[in-house]
């Protein structure tokens, strides 16, 4: 048998938040992404989703990666690759951050295409690129 609310004790308990395990009538908590919350685990919930969201930085190297494969990759793909492991090393410090798999994408396409393009200016400042066409 359910015993009073946290809030009111006068009335029946309903709901059990998902935060705290407490025990609230249905006007104490509310809906939250499949969880039900009261007051204060709500703000907690909403807080820390808002944290996570804000991390941007894996994105960022991706993108510089991305774009450095078709144009200005000597100067992009070193940025990419410095973003990605900024990023990687945010992420294990914390690892509730997101975009671990976008960090390690930024990297080693930032590699890759930061070693392709040493080797085409390579070619062509010694004049072998004759060679390959």
């Known amino acids: 048998m359910p015993g009073p609310c946290a809030n009111h004790?006068?009335?029946?308990?309903?709901?059990?938040?998902a935060g705290c395990r407490r025990e609230f009538c249905e006007g104490c908590v509310v809906d939250l992404g499949g969880w039900t919350y009261c007051g204060s685990c709500k703000n907690a919930a909403v807080?820390?989703?808002?944290n996570v969201?804000?991390?941007k930085l894996p994105r960022e190297a991706l993108t510089y990666a991305i774009v450095g494969i078709f144009c200005?990759?000597?100067?992009?793909e070193p940025i990419a690759i410095w973003k990605g492991l900024?990023?990687?090393?945010?992420?294990?410090?914390n690892p509730q951050l997101p975009g671990k798999g976008t960090a390690t994408a930024a990297v080693v396409i930032g590699s890759i295409f930061l070693l392709f393009?040493?080797?085409y200016l390579g070619?062509?400042?010694?004049?072998?690129l004759a060679r390959f066409r």
């Open 9 to 17: 004790p006068g009335v029946e308990a309903t709901k059990t938040c």
């Open 47 to 50: 807080a820390a989703s808002q």
């Open 53 to 55: 969201q804000e991390f």
């Open 72 to 76: 200005c990759g000597i100067i992009l």
């Open 86 to 93: 900024d990023a990687l090393n945010q992420i294990k410090r």
């Open 117 to 119: 393009n040493i080797g």
């Open 123 to 128: 070619l062509v400042m010694t004049g072998n």
